[in-house]
């Protein structure tokens, strides 16, 4: 991405190919003792879990506003919002937490 200025970035949720790209950015760290293949395998039945599903598990990548499903972007992370269940009628407000960011 070389020197674009922060402010022509913006954090926008992944497409499906930049998923693929931010998982082969971090196969190195995130799967280690892993091949390549199997890494992705992984991360794709992580998909079809529970822990996944209806929107939980979300990519995000810090790219250019001008390109926003660009490859080169700058960063990935992954926000998770868990899901609650509760038997006495409490309010449980959805609260996202950053699983990881990856800066390649």
Known sequence: MGTTPLASLSLFVATPDQILESRRRTALHWGRGLLLEEYL?????????????????????????????????????????????????????????????VMA
């Open 41 to 101: 395998a992984r991360e794709e039945f992580i998909d079809k879990q529970e822990v996944a599903r209806d929107g939980r598990l979300i990519t995000w990548v810090l790219a250019p506003r001008s390109d926003p499903t660009s490859l080169d972007f700058l960063s990935s992370c992954k926000t998770y919002v868990p899901a609650y269940s509760s038997s006495q009628n409490l309010t449980l407000r959805p609260h996202y937490t950053i699983d990881s960011v």
